[in-house]
């Protein structure tokens, strides 16, 4: 590190970037238009990221940070359930006297760019979900006071994380399956590495490996309705004995699963149940309505942003994982007599 130190100082960016002390204040603080030349700006900000400086965490005292700005990082918005986190978080940062901008990572995975010239100076702290985890490198959003969403606390890049009980919502979801007489179980699971499916599946095989005489096939889809019908019909027109049950990790792969049961010539729940998972608008669009399990997104987002407001403070964030709830509807009954 420059001069020996720990962490590099605005003298450090001047050296590197041969200007002045001054120049860096006026480039990094977003001042500098009229000031001093674009050319110079971007060598200002690239030698600030090389040198790794962040003005926002070099007097950290554990007060709320100066921009009262936060970076809400999710997955593409496809459904509304995280435009629901976002309403929940920004309804809690209003009440403190905080904004929210909401950076929808590019398909949920890979590189994102940077929204902000700087992040850590135009940042006080970041809320992602682990489903958008991987844009937090490319936007050194990990390096910034950090709340993890649907996250798993042993490994959550070091950020306090705020979790809905989703092992539980699978737990209703199978007692109820099973509780109406199903053995045989279809798994749409999400073709997503992220933590919160991972759990969607160990909590499924371990509650059927408890109930004798039990079966479990599992296939993946993207979270996309045709995707979802494709991997669904192809594993109902391969597999005999056909399943009874179809237990998917999301709504839309629910609705996907739909249209590969009636181009079977199968009836929804005569000859097979379906379940979801979110309880979004779409679950009571279909037709049968959809059993699913409710997860509260705005609360989900009031708890992290009051979970980040914590982190600023100094204080530990609540613990315990917010409650989720099965929603019983007509897409379910007791399998059909072979």
């Known amino acids: 590190m420059a001069n020996g130190s720990t962490r590099p100082t605005s003298r450090d960016v001047a050296q590197a970037a041969g200007v002045s002390q001054a120049a860096v204040s006026l480039v990094l603080g977003e001042k500098w238009r009229g000031r001093v ?25 554990l007060r709320l940070g100066h ?3 936060v970076l809400l990082v999710v997955p593409a918005l496809t459904t509304e359930f995280f435009a629901g986190v976002y309403t929940g978080a920004a309804r809690v940062a209003a009440r403190h006297g905080f904004g929210v901008v909401l950076y929808p990572s590019p398909e949920g995975i890979g590189p994102a760019r940077n929204p902000f010239a700087s992040a850590q100076a135009a940042l006080d702290g970041v809320i992602a979900s682990s489903m958008a985890a991987d844009a937090l490198t490319a936007i050194r959003g990990d390096e910034l006071p950090l709340v993890m969403l649907d996250s798993d606390p042993a490994g959550s890049l070091g950020g306090a994380t705020v979790n809905l009980d989703i092992a539980d919502g699978v737990r209703q979801v199978t007692e109820h399956l099973l509780g109406l007489g199903h053995r045989r179980f279809l798994h749409l699971a999400a073709d997503i590495a992220s933590w919160t499916f991972e759990v969607r599946a160990h909590e499924l095989a371990t509650r059927l490996a408890g109930t004798p005489g039990t079966s479990l096939r599992t296939v993946r889809a993207h979270i996309s309705i045709d995707a979802a019908r494709t991997a669904a019909e192809t594993a109902l027109a391969a597999r005999s004995p056909r399943p009874t049950a179809i237990i998917c990790d ?16 199968l009836r929804i729940p005569d000859d097979i149940s379906v379940t979801g998972l979110d309880d979004l608008a779409l679950a009571t669009a279909i037709d049968p309505e959809l059993t699913t399990v409710r997860l509260d997104a705005e ?40």
Do not use: C
Request: proline share 7%.
């Open 37 to 61: 030349s674009a050319a110079t700006a971007e060598r200002v900000r690239e030698a600030a990221r090389e040198l790794g400086y962040r003005p926002n965490l070099a007097a950290r005292n």
């Open 67 to 69: 921009t009262r700005t």
């Open 250 to 265: 999301d709504d839309k792969l629910a609705a996907g699963a739909y249209k590969a049961v009636r181009r079977l010539g």
């Open 299 to 338: 609360l989900f987002g009031e708890r992290g942003m009051q979970a980040l407001l914590a982190v600023l403070e100094g204080r530990e964030p609540e613990e315990g994982d917010i409650p989720v709830q099965l929603v019983v509807r007509g897409s379910t009954a007791p399998p059909s007599a072979p």
